[in-house]
């Protein structure tokens, strides 16, 4: 893996979480391709079926025909984003102020050229009102991003991204804020 | 505690006194979660001997499953031995439930199989067969839809249900193949009392079009819905309500997603048949919300039914389920899927909003100054007629708060009755 593609993926990501946290949701939705797919499965404690079995974090996971968080195509990701500007958005009003981390990066080249597969963590904490306790929240799990590359702009596309959370029950009041 | 000071006349207003006390909180446990019918999932989750899921009765964890001889079982989860559960999944299928503490093991009907050291520890003293795990005492089910009550003098789940089921056909019932959930469920947490989302869920028509103005907004319309006299609220009895669009004669009673053309289709094909199905006065009826005494609740437009299960007197922990029409094409089944993920569970467009206001009106409830001033529910009180084509106890415009005078009425009612009151009660007497 060359170096200057591992730090431009890595760049492209915390890039990213900036947009996020700084509210340029436009900027942010500029970044996904037209045939995009934002994904993020529901996720369920199960038996292990035999001693040695190792637990496998994808067998815990709804597959494409199960209940999803998120399961957004741009259009439907382009209606969240639009719904906050609304002004009836009450959710994100007063808005979520939220930090994204975003580590562990680790980028995979595929069959195609012009295509990249980075994996990341997050770890994003929210808080919102007056910060007490029960406005705080955090969220955490781990992401699979298809990256395309984006020629004109010299950065990326993201394609599919992948989200598996970490928790069975949220514990928070709702999802409003993207990952 | 006097409860009779919690409620005024006619159920026009409640004390915030009846969401922040735990006096109040423990007799709802006794009162009403372990006296009413609750739902606990369908048969789509278990359709295989063996096959188990983990829910909650209340507070009570408890293991559904079915048995070798296709038998659904409710059983609490709690070993009998020392209290730890003996099952930590979600869901999966199984031979036996087998205590991670010491090995008392269970079967599929919840009798316990064994215990180690039965002969050296016990000297054989320990009789089994008395020692099962603790099961609900009645388990029936409604058109693929489970439910269970701890009280052994419960009324049949159809009398419990009463007029409440010839409204949940419209769902249940359209279509020959029935209806399956989606595999998956949405939980998540609000910091509220139980009651709130369950009076909300019943049919609040009143806050559609300001909490959930943001999607008339986003869609560039001026109200998510128009003004309509032929939106009812319906107070069916026992404390469940629905509200419901009576739609003109000769109109398909749906609103749904009409793209993609498949999905159309479906729903020409559905409510065609729904017409011999389920007749005139019901193919003109659209459930839109709606809530089963005490936490069952309904949102059919959303392909959508849920349970508000307490957690505390300040926490309620959302289970949110995807109902479709188990013999619709895939594709119509994925839209539908779609369409609910959009609109509620916890990312949903709709729903993120609620959760807001469950939690606004809940969180200063017990502050002493807040706390005297009762909450309202005034709306449309007098104003409820009877119509004779549908199975109601009362009938109302949509924007009524007839859903919650309801709800608190039973809820009184089933508070202060004394046990054979309650089965009175239940069976509308």
Known sequence: MEAELYLSVQQFLFSEARLLDERRFDDWLALFSDDALYWMPVRHNRLRESMDEAWEPSKEIEDESGLGYFEDNKHRLTRRVGRLKTGMAWAEDPPSRTRHLISNVEVERTDRQDEVIARSSFLTYRSRNEGKHEDEDLFSGSREDVLRENKDAGSWFIVKRKIVPDWVVVNAQNLSIFF | ?429
């Open chain 2, 1 to 429: 505690m006097n409860i009779e000071e919690l409620v005024s006349e006619n159920y026009t207003a409640v004390s915030r006194q009846a969401f922040v006390d735990h006096e109040i909180f423990q007799l709802e446990q006794e009162r009403i979660f372990k006296k009413c019918w609750l739902f606990l999932g369908h048969v789509s989750q278990i359709k295989n001997p063996g096959d188990f899921f983990t829910s909650y009765m209340g507070e009570e964890p408890v293991i559904v499953t079915r048995d070798h001889e296709n038998h659904i079982n409710v059983f609490v989860n709690s070993c009998r031995h020392r209290g730890m559960r003996v099952c930590r999944a979600d869901r999966g299928n199984t031979r036996n439930f087998s205590c991670s503490y010491h090995a008392w093991t269970y079967d599929l009907t919840g009798k316990l199989l064994g215990v180690p050291k039965q002969k050296e520890g016990y000297y054989e003293e320990l009789d089994v067969s008395q020692r099962g795990l603790v099961s609900a005492a009645k388990v029936a089910e409604y058109k693929g839809l489970i439910f269970a009550t701890f009280d052994p003098d419960a009324v049949s789940l159809l009398d419990y249900l009463g007029n409440m089921g010839w409204y949940m056909d419209l769902i249940l019932d359209r279509h020959e193949g029935g209806t399956e959930l989606v595999t998956g469920i949405h939980k998540w947490r609000v910091k509220t009392n139980w009651k709130l989302p369950c009076d909300n869920n019943a049919g609040d028509w009143y806050h559609v079009g300001v909490a959930h103005g943001s999607i008339a907004r986003l869609n560039g319309v001026p109200n998510l819905f128009a003004d309509n006299e032929n939106r009812l609220g319906v107070s069916a009895e026992y404390g469940h309500t629905l509200c419901a669009m009576y739609h003109p004669e000769g109109k398909h009673a749906v609103s749904a997603p009409n793209h993609p053309k498949e999905m159309a289709e479906w729903q020409n094909e559905v409510w065609s048949n729904a017409h011999t199905r389920l007749g005139t006065t019901r193919s003109r009826l659209e459930f839109i919300a709606g809530n089963v005494f005490p936490n069952f609740s309904w949102i059919p437009g959303s392909f959508s039914i849920r349970q508000y299960h307490p957690r505390g007197i300040d926490e309620v922990e959302i289970w949110s389920y995807c109902l479709v029409d188990a013999d619709a094409p895939r594709i119509v089944k994925d839209q539908m899927r779609r369409h609910y993920t959009d609109t509620f569970g916890p990312s949903g467009l709709l729903e993120q909003d609620d959760g807001e206001n469950w939690h606004g009106c809940f969180e200063t409830a017990g502050n002493p100054v807040i706390r005297k001033i009762p909450f309202s529910y005034e709306m449309g009180h007098g104003h409820e007629w009877k119509d004779e084509n549908l199975r109601a106890k009362d009938v109302a415009k949509a924007a009524s708060e007839v859903y919650q005078r309801s709800f608190y009425r039973r809820w009184y009612e089933q508070l202060t009755a004394e046990t054979d009151e309650v089965e009175l009660i239940a069976r509308g007497a």
